[in-house]
């Protein structure tokens, strides 16, 4: 079983549309929780963290937590062209001194015009 | 613009060459990370300073990869004896008072 899953889609949804993006954990003690933002050929952007369970919105944004679920998603509102990328999850499997993220494999979402 | 920039942005080599990347984080980032990113895969860790002090490493850094950070600013990542398992985007991270990674451009290594 992979540490950090994500459904590696595609996901296409139409402009203006919410998109949903999902991630499962393995360790119960996780704490610490990013979305970043890959675009074809850059680097990974942090565009959501979160730290507590229940919801954090950040614009269009909305980071959601389950942390006995060992869920965390994505919500993207109002979708645009733009949004288009690979979404990764990341989590610190093992917070304290061993700070390094462990990633999803990433979805790849495709916003229709 | 993270402000954490990598040097060089593309590299080829030949199997068997050595290459140094360089890492350039802004001063806040008292920690800096490592990891490696091949085509459809998320990063992977590969090692992690605080300050100066090398203090974690990945089982996937093996006796070919090294990396220092003398200074506690910039750091590099050095591959001996390249192969071609090792093309791949390597990415670095700073990070600051807060838990939040952000990453430098990458480097995209070609072995040939």
């Known amino acids: 079983q992979k540490e950090v899953e994500q459904n590696s889609g595609p996901l296409s949804v139409p402009e203006g549309a919410i998109a949903s993006l999902n991630c499962t954990y393995s360790d119960r003690g996780s704490q610490s929780f990013f979305w970043y933002r890959q675009y074809s050929g850059k680097s990974p952007e942090l565009i959501m963290f979160?730290?507590?369970?229940g919801d954090k919105e950040d614009g269009r944004f909305t980071a959601q937590l389950n942390k006995a679920s060992q869920y965390v998603s994505l919500l993207i509102r109002d979708s645009q062209p733009s949004d288009s990328a690979t979404y990764l999850c990341?989590?610190?499997?093992?917070?304290?001194?061993?700070?390094?993220?462990?990633f999803g494999s990433g979805t790849q979402l495709t916003v229709l015009p | 613009d993270t402000g954490v920039s990598q040097d060089p942005r593309h590299k080829i080599t030949k199997r068997g060459q050595n290459v140094t990347f360089r890492c350039d984080p802004i001063s806040e980032h008292n920690r800096l990370y490592w990891y490696r990113q091949t085509l459809g895969q998320g990063p992977e860790f590969l090692t992690y300073?605080?300050?100066?002090?090398?203090?974690?490493k990945s089982r996937l850094l093996s006796d070919r990869f090294s990396a220092e950070r003398p200074k506690g600013s910039f750091s590099t990542l050095e591959i001996q004896r390249t192969e071609q398992g090792d093309s791949a985007m390597y990415l670095c991270a700073g990070e600051g008072d807060k838990t939040e990674q952000y990453f430098g451009p990458g480097t995209r290594l070609t072995v040939t």
């Open positions: 300073f605080q300050n100066e002090a090398q203090l974690e």
């Open positions: 990341a989590v610190n499997l093992t917070p304290g001194s061993a700070r390094q993220l462990t």
């Open positions: 979160i730290y507590s369970n």
